[in-house]
């Protein structure tokens, strides 16, 4: 193997295990995220996108029907 081929599979890899520990990781983070009626929070009062807000509820949603 040349040194590109070894290079893209070293990016690869690095991109599938920060991919996998960022999943792992999201469970965590986002029970500790305070939904409002128009709006959501870190713990640290950092306001996140809608679309977050919208992704955390129906999360907690299926976790709580399963």
Request: net charge negative.
């Amino acid at each position: 193997m040349n040194q590109a081929t070894l290079s893209l599979l070293k990016t690869a890899a690095l991109l599938v295990l920060l991919t996998i520990a960022s999943y792992l990781y999201l469970d965590h983070w986002q029970t500790s995220i305070t939904i409002y009626a128009s709006s959501c929070e870190t713990e640290s009062g950092v306001a996140l996108p809608t679309w977050v807000c919208k992704e955390i509820v129906n999360h907690r949603y299926v976790e709580d029907n399963e």
